[in-house]
């Protein structure tokens, strides 16, 4: 297969080009920069979950560590997008039908934005990965048969993605039973760091070590070096306990010398060390889910006398990575991408009451499951530490040593997953961190635990129909695309802006009467008078 060594604007020839290359043309920038802003509202905005939910810093400034990792890690990546998502479909089989071929990528365009806005505006997280890879089977199918898709390619993807969320959720769970059972509350206490602090945070800073290596700076000369030469020798873990060691080493020697001073910091610096991390591999490697289906559709046009022969990798200049960095950073800002990242720790919180929302079947789902297991003695069976922050009447959902649990396991899933050259979705990796933290730490026998588990079952239900939504969407809008070309892209982008003002006005509703409901639970006495 044919590979397009760069995109360059200036180097397309616009003439003799149809109007639908024309309007292909524009939409593809258009969307690709929608998208971008899209993606950082729901997938990025997820990143500053453990430093936000620990109240180890206010959200905007949560954002912008993360954020400065997301440009740094896109303006120093290789800049090499796989446009085909791992091979989902033979774009080979579509040579000579251009017109078909482009369809494909702006029809994946016109579906993700909608899906991705409508899932923030109700504070729902979900998979931009999985959502490009359903969209591109969707629509592919519907243009070029089964025969187009590559069937274990795609059931490849599909079990890397749910087999990540497994051991994302078991391994969260173990990892903070132990270090909540050694450390508890005491997360700034000096004797009990002096115990238990070097091996818990050399753990958490040789796992963002290699994470940083394996998934974050791959591209780079000197990791590519490193890599061949160490790690390929010595095997990853080795090298892995290795740096462990010297990391709890350098940790106790900070606690014996400077005591209180690192005491008191080790844990909060610890996640922020690690939002960072997160947000510059993000940066790395997840451009090609917003920035893959219009790069497809530029390389078509550029060199679309040169037949169908889709490029299997496309290279971005260094103004694009930046760029698109901050595009993602936009979208971290907006409202909704805050309503995503108050939403999913409120499913993780160990606070009391928690404003979420989840269907009435999924409140008697978790009612059931809470009663069969009972919840026991609400105040003694619960191991989290209280939702109060030391010093301070802030409610925090969690605490420094379970942020720095979650972001330690999440980045080592994503680093196991990205060495054997598996996608995996970040979203859904850190909402089961997230998850079974919590349940680890035993926040169902408090407050709102039946909204809480209600949520939980909502959301993963909601992962598995957003698979659904975008892959027939995708080739209900391609195979109208296709057969009538401009008018098709006319009438999906009409229905698409037409479903955002929908959705936006039903989210806005939903959360204004779910904020409600928490405060009326949060204050009854007050309401009741208020009623009365």
Not at 295 to 301: D, M, R
Not at 368 to 396: F, N
């Amino acid at each position: 297969m044919e590979i397009f060594n760069s995109i360059t604007l200036a180097a397309i020839d616009f003439t003799g080009m149809s109007t639908f290359l024309w309007v292909s043309f524009f939409v593809a920038i258009g969307m690709l920069i929608w998208d971008t802003v899209e993606v950082g509202r729901n997938d990025a905005a997820n990143l500053v979950n453990a430093a936000y939910g620990a109240r180890i810093l206010p959200r905007n400034a949560a954002v912008w560590v993360a954020g400065v990792g997301v440009v740094l890690g896109a303006s120093l990546s290789s800049g090499v997008v796989d446009t085909a998502r791992k091979g989902i479909f033979d774009p080979s089989m579509l040579d000579q039908v251009l017109q078909t071929a482009i369809a494909i990528y702006i029809s994946v365009y016109i579906v993700d934005t909608v899906l991705l806005y409508g899932y923030s505006a109700f504070g729902m997280p979900v998979s931009t990965t999985a959502c490009l890879v359903f969209e591109l089977l969707g629509a592919s199918y519907a243009v070029g048969g089964s025969e187009i898709v590559q069937w274990p390619n795609a059931g490849k993807v599909v079990t890397a993605i749910i087999m990540s969320i497994l051991i994302s959720g078991v391994a969260s769970f173990f990892v903070q039973r132990a270090v909540r059972g050694a450390i508890g509350s005491r997360g700034e206490h000096l004797v009990t760091l002096l115990l238990h602090g070097a091996w818990a945070g050399g753990g958490m800073l040789a796992m963002l070590t290699y994470f940083m290596v394996i998934k974050g700076m791959k591209s780079l000369a000197i990791v590519k070096a490193f890599k061949g030469g160490v790690i390929e020798e010595f095997g990853a873990v080795p090298v892995v306990l290795g740096l462990w060691l010297l990391f709890a080493v350098l940790i106790h020697v900070a606690l014996v010398v400077f005591r209180h001073r690192v005491a008191t910091r080790l844990f909060p610096y610890l996640a922020i060390l690690g939002t960072f991390c997160m947000g510059f591999a993000f940066g790395q490697n997840d451009l090609a889910n917003c920035a893959a289906p219009g790069l497809s559709a530029l390389a078509l046009i550029e060199h679309r006398h040169e037949g169908v022969a889709l490029a299997s990798e496309v290279s971005l200049p260094a103004w694009m990575l930046v760029a698109s960095g901050f595009l993602l950073l936009t979208g971290m800002f907006t409202k909704r991408a805050h309503r995503v990242t108050e939403a999913a720790i409120g499913a993780g919180s160990m606070s009391n009451v928690v404003a979420l929302y989840a269907p009435r079947w999924c409140l008697r789902v978790s009612r059931k499951m809470i009663q069969l297991r009972g919840r026991g003695d609400l105040e003694t069976a619960s191991l989290a530490p209280s939702p109060l922050k030391p010093g301070t009447d802030e409610i925090r959902d969690y605490d420094a040593i379970r942020a720095c649990v979650i972001l330690g396991v999440s980045a080592s899933v994503i680093a196991m997953a990205s060495s054997f050259k598996l996608p995996v979705s970040t979203t859904y990796v850190t909402f089961a961190a997230v998850v079974a933290t919590g349940a680890a730490d035993r926040i169902l026998q408090r407050g709102d635990a039946d909204l809480k588990l209600a949520r939980t079952i909502w959301v993963i239900f909601s992962w598995f129909t957003a698979a659904g939504i975008a892959a027939i969407a995708a080739g209900l809008v391609c195979k109208l695309i296709a057969v009538t070309g401009v008018v098709g892209i006319a009438l999906g982008l009409s229905a698409n802006m037409a479903v955002r003002v929908v959705l936006k006005r039903r989210g806005d509703s939903q959360a204004q009467r779910t904020k409600e409901a928490a405060e009326e639970r949060q204050n009854p006495e007050q309401f009741s008078d208020e009623d009365g």
